[in-house]
């Protein structure tokens, strides 16, 4: 039976990559000249430090450019809290990996609402979707494509 997996993954040297360039640009920008304003990739998250919430504002377009240049999906980006200390605003931007078990159960629920003639089942970080025919698995790729889920999915491992 021919099954796939549903997965939801990022390539961190595509997002070290974008960072890099962000970082490239804001030194070339007029209004970031004798600021402190900077971006940092410690694991899997991005620390954008400047002197004011608007420069955050501009420096997270400059990132979320960055990214779509590289071709990291900006619907990964999970934008944190500003945390103030003294004179500087500071910003975390985490790249979500993996389906955690909520997104999970809707995919499955729109499957099924979907009256496909398939199962799904949750393994992980991943969903194992299993069907009888290799057209009821490509039209359930591109329903999860088509849905608005918050975060974007990737289809993997894909056997008859």
């Given at each position: 039976?021919?099954?796939?997996?549903?997965?939801?993954?990022?390539?961190?040297?595509?997002?070290?990559?974008?960072?890099?360039?962000?970082?490239?640009e804001l030194a070339t920008r007029f209004d970031f000249r004798g600021v402190e304003a900077s971006f940092e990739l410690?694991?899997?998250?991005?620390?954008?430090?400047?002197?004011?919430?608007?420069?955050?504002?501009?420096?997270?377009?400059?990132?979320?450019?960055?990214?779509?240049?590289?071709?990291?999906?900006?619907?990964s980006l999970d934008m944190q809290s500003v945390d103030r200390s003294g004179k500087l605003h500071k910003q975390k931007v985490v790249f979500q990996e993996g389906i955690d078990q909520e997104t999970a159960k809707k995919i499955i629920k729109l499957i099924k609402d979907a009256k496909m003639k398939v199962q799904t089942a949750i393994q992980g970080e991943k969903l194992r979707v299993?069907?009888?025919?290799?057209?009821?698995?490509?039209?359930?790729?591109?329903?999860?494509?088509?849905?608005?889920?918050?975060?974007?999915?990737?289809?993997?491992?894909?056997?008859d």
């Open positions: 039976m021919p099954t796939f997996d549903i997965v939801s993954e990022i390539n961190k040297v595509e997002v070290a990559n974008a960072v890099d360039n962000a970082n490239r410690v694991g899997e998250t991005v620390e954008i430090v400047g002197e004011g919430e608007f420069q955050l504002k501009q420096m997270m377009d400059i990132l979320r450019n960055s990214c779509v240049k590289r071709g990291v999906d900006t619907k299993t069907g009888k025919k290799r057209d009821d698995l490509q039209q359930v790729m591109q329903l999860v494509k088509t849905a608005d889920l918050g975060q974007p999915f990737q289809f993997e491992n894909f056997r």
